[in-house]
């Protein structure tokens, strides 16, 4: 019979458990060393399979809280995005895995070693949605699109500024989008989807700002061509008996122009787009005498 002595069996125990350290340190440089792979192939700008090595260590039980980890992954991603080429819709989703990186490291970094690097990170991608909602309606003219991707700028940016004031960016943003969309409406106004656009992008920007000039300039135009529109269909294809009716609403159109058109003489009197609008809309309304005041005013501007 083969039996095993009692010092055999405390040298096998000991064994095993200087093996299991053996393993679990071996674990640890391994997943370390991964993470140094990952920084180096970033260096090297091989943001891909710098990627393809740093998800495996920000998932492994021994590195999944490792700040630097979820920090490099951040930077990792948001310059794969950067590569990827301006302006990538099909892309965004390596912006979104940035920016939850970088909250991730933030959220780990007690000591705060990587807290302003990982701010940059989220403002970055901030700054690219911010552009693309952009760079949408100029180029796809796709407003809805273009919305979703500025409410993802916004809530983006209030991760690192949680109390930033949004009031100059949305009226850059829906003064800039009512615009677009009035010069398309006017070049084809069998679209009335641009019209639609406009208006409602024209009337959130003075609801920001009351007296924006070009919100309400815009909005002059944008009604004023609406009544006029109605008033040429009087000479082709409106039936008699909807006469009254085309007429009455042409009327409504040219009011609803007046007081943005009003807005803009109060504060630029000398601005021609609204003195030049306000004797078209006078002239519609049949309203002479404050038709002749603006003609002549526009007079007086020609000669200077």
């Known amino acids: ?37 990952a920084q180096d192939l970033c260096s090297q700008k091989k943001f891909e399979q710098a990627i393809q090595i740093i998800d495996n260590v920000v998932n492994h039980i021994e590195t999944k809280e490792d700040p630097s980890a979820w920090h490099i992954r951040s930077f990792a991603y948001l310059q794969l995005y950067t590569q990827s080429g301006k302006y990538n819709t099909s892309k965004i989703g390596l912006l979104d895995t940035s920016v939850a990186s970088a909250v991730q ?75 677009i969309f009035v010069d398309l409406y006017l070049k084809n106004k069998s679209k009335k989807e ?36 109605l008033m040429n269909k009087l000479e082709y294809d409106v039936d008699l008996s909807q006469l009254d009716i085309v007429q009455e609403n042409a009327k409504k159109l040219f009011k609803q122009s007046l007081p943005f058109m009003n807005k803009v003489y109060e504060l630029e009197p000398k601005d021609a787009r609204a003195i030049d609008g306000l004797e078209g809309i006078y002239h519609a309304l049949n309203d002479g005498e404050m038709e002749n005041f603006f003609k002549q005013k526009k007079q007086a501007l020609d000669k200077k």
Not at 6 to 34: E, G, M, P, V
């Open 1 to 37: 019979m083969i039996t095993v002595s009692k010092s055999y069996h405390w040298l096998t125990k000991s064994s095993f458990c200087f093996l299991l350290c053996c393993l679990i340190w071996h674990n640890q440089y391994a997943q370390t060393d991964s993470l140094f792979k």
């Open 105 to 179: 490291s933030m959220k780990l970094d007690i000591k705060g070693e990587y807290k302003d690097q990982n701010a940059q990170f989220i403002e970055n991608s901030s700054k690219k949605m911010f552009n693309l909602c952009i760079v949408l309606l100029k180029d796809s003219l796709n407003s809805s699109k273009s919305d979703f991707f500025y409410n993802k700028y916004k809530k983006i940016t209030t991760l690192i500024k949680p109390d930033f004031n949004f009031k100059e960016k949305d009226l850059e943003y829906y003064n800039g989008t009512g615009s």
């Open 194 to 229: 641009y019209q639609d656009v406009a208006k409602l992008s024209l009337l959130k920007a003075i609801e920001i700002d009351p007296k924006n000039i070009s919100a309400n300039i815009n909005l002059g135009v944008l009604f004023y061509n609406e009544g006029v529109e």
